[in-house]
């Protein structure tokens, strides 16, 4: 059933209303008319109800509220995936399939090693095509809330941002040289639900040294993923997945 | 430090011989000289030796052996991902990342619903494609073997294929939406370093029901991913990303 991410202004007691773009799809991409159901979720309160459309006028479809329903499609901790920069498209791979793979934010960054130079003006439509994605893939994919894909920050913002989070790691590939393997499997050991996670990764070229000691120095465990080298963008999919069957499968 | 992968029969007692494509990888694109190193992966033996050119002819690299390395970069268990043959690039995005993730071979099959027609003409360009994909992401991850991919098989003959492993599952949307989320976990469970596991997908559709009923008749377990609704490219990566995690690093 298609299913439309709305803010939490837009529930009323027994009906919400669905308006902008969301309007155009349901009229004329799907062609849904009064009776037809539809799913609606609040990324903020993550609640999704089965609504039954009940008038459709040029800039709105008011919908009855059928059921809320129980069916828990997110990850119980919170996992936010901070990339460096990467070149191409890379960027947008990571944040659809990290979406389907159930991320609760993404914050890109300005890496030592980043080739891409971020571009202020340029840089706002970007941002904004990012969101987008993420909110097509949250929809695709029966997420109950779109995940936030923030604007580029630099490495002392991240580190700034980084106290909010209950557990950090940064993924290193010198780690898995040395033959470390066990450093994820413990943090994840040791989370709870509701707790949060903040996962670093670096551009094409990894992690400058520096960086991986500002890192450290706050905090982050260094990590490896396994002794195979991982592209800058698998990386943030492999975590995502062994975090999934770690808390939704084991 | 740079990768190529060799067929026994270059290996002499102390020497390897490189020849074909990376002759001209090495010599031209590299700029390698007499003394440079490099490392030559062995898919049949998997084993990697460090090696010093001795000498560069024009149709040929000949190295000394410096030593065989120990480092293990391959997952302890034999993984096969055959995928419903999906549309455009897709399965390009699943070979490239599931080489980096593990995978040992892949099997594209024609799934009732794969849009794709296959070409037998236009089809044998696509296959060595495909394992050139392979080829290059094993060199870029570290492995110490290149995935083989197949030609498409039909149902009837995966069906047949799948005698030759010790365990069989199929990524069923309908498990998880009944809540399943225990059948992945516990085949991991089962599992003995050295085994093998076949791992079924479907293509963009899903896969019919009567796929289903045949794949469990002959003895593939449908398992659930997650409450999350994965797409076809999705998957695989799932499913290595928790195997490499189970095995690799738990």
Redesign the interface.
């Known amino acids: 059933m298609q299913r439309y991410f709305i803010d939490s202004n837009q529930i009323d007691e027994s009906s919400i209303t669905i308006t902008g773009e969301d309007v155009h799809h349901i009229v004329r991409v799907m062609r849904m008319n009064e009776d037809d159901q539809l799913l609606c979720s609040c990324s903020e309160t993550r609640q999704t109800a089965l609504c039954k459309i009940a008038e459709i006028t040029n800039d709105m479809v008011v919908t009855d509220i059928v059921e809320w329903i129980k069916?828990?499609?997110e990850?119980p901790v919170r996992v936010t995936i901070a990339n460096g920069l990467p070149k191409g498209d890379k960027l947008e791979l990571v944040i659809q399939?990290g979406t389907?793979?159930?991320a609760e934010s993404f914050i890109p960054f300005n890496a030592a090693r980043s080739i891409v130079k971020w571009d202020e003006k340029k840089g706002k439509k970007k941002v904004e095509r990012w969101n987008k994605i993420a909110k097509e893939a949250a929809e695709?994919?029966?997420?109950s809330m779109v995940p936030v894909v923030e604007e580029p920050a630099t490495l002392a913002q991240l580190l700034e941002k980084s106290r909010d989070y209950t557990y950090k790691i940064v993924a290193y590939e010198e780690s898995a040289k040395e033959g470390e393997?066990?450093a994820?499997?413990n943090t994840l050991k040791n989370m709870k639900p509701g707790e949060s996670i903040l996962c670093v990764f670096g551009p094409e070229g990894g992690l400058a040294e520096k960086e991986i000691d500002k890192l450290v120095e706050h905090g982050f465990v260094p990590c490896?993923?396994?002794?195979?080298?991982?592209?800058t963008e698998?990386a943030p999919?492999?975590v995502l997945?062994?975090i999934?069957?770690?808390f939704?499968?084991?």
Not at 140 to 143: E, L, N, P
Not at 224 to 231: D, E
């Open positions: 069916a828990e499609t990850i399939k389907e793979l159930g695709q994919s029966h997420r393997s066990s994820f499997a490896a993923l396994g002794p195979r080298i991982l592209r698998t999919l492999y997945a062994a999934s069957y770690h939704e499968l084991m």
